[in-house]
């Protein structure tokens, strides 16, 4: 079992930098991959990035170059690297691992607004 929770998130101005921390806890061997999904009102939840234990990464593309994922893999632990935020980035970040099975945080709600 793993359990995931997030920090950071809060209310940012656009064009302003945010940083979302997920911590890993319970009972397991490793997690293969870590990521990030967020869900905006009346849309799907949609995948932001993830990465591996290896320290590959996938973005996707509207995050592309503003976003940036990392991960310590010693405290179990990823990050989100928020920049250059817009309206459109609001949403529920959720906090998502792999071992073995899907794991969820319940997650932190990003909110960019002046």
């Known amino acids: 079992q793993v359990q995931l929770v997030e920090s950071g998130g809060g209310l940012v101005q656009p064009g302003g930098s945010l940083r979302l921390s997920c911590a890993a806890s319970g009972s397991f061997s490793s997690i293969a991959a870590m990521g990030w999904y967020r869900q905006a009102p009346g849309k799907p939840r949609e995948l932001v990035t993830y990465?591996?234990?290896?320290?590959?990464?996938n973005y996707a593309e509207s995050v592309k170059g503003r976003f940036t994922i990392s991960r310590d893999n010693a405290k179990n632990t990823v990050y989100l690297q928020m920049s250059r935020l817009v309206p459109e980035d609001t949403a529920v970040y959720y906090c998502?691992?792999?071992?073995?099975?899907?794991?969820w945080g319940k997650g932190t709600l990003v909110t960019v607004s002046s």
């Open positions: 990465i591996t234990s290896g320290g590959s990464t």
């Open positions: 998502y691992g792999f071992s073995g099975m899907d794991y």
